[in-house]
């Protein structure tokens, strides 16, 4: 399942396409950007309510083909342009962190 198909079936709101083909490997949900540095896994989808251009810097370094914001959080213009030049999907949600972990779990569950 690639990470366009897997923000389709959530009903996710699309603020920037990156590369949507890259497949959904791994999920990672934190807000505290260092704890994602130290702990996610390369190419996981990171899903948070960290909203700013340094959450994508974050991505980047883990490879990470796509950011989900939940809580409906409003976002910066800088953080869609970093994401645009470094080809990362931005979603956002209404849901929680929570909630939308829980629906990539059994995502990734149903096409392991």
Do not use: W
């Amino acid at each position: 399942m690639t990470v366009s198909q897997a923000a389709e079936e959530l009903g996710l709101e699309t603020l920037s396409p990156g590369d949507g083909t890259r497949e959904l490997v791994d999920v990672y949900t934190s807000d505290l950007l260092s704890d994602v540095m130290g702990n996610a896994g390369d190419e996981a989808v990171l899903v948070t309510i960290q909203a700013h251009k340094n959450t994508v810097a974050v991505a980047t370094l883990k490879d990470s083909p796509a950011i989900i914001l939940c809580n409906s959080r409003p976002i910066a213009d800088d953080m869609l342009e970093a994401a645009a030049d470094e080809h990362i999907a931005v979603y956002r949600t209404a849901e929680n962190q929570f909630t939308v972990s829980g629906r990539l779990y059994c995502l990734l569950l149903q096409h392991s």
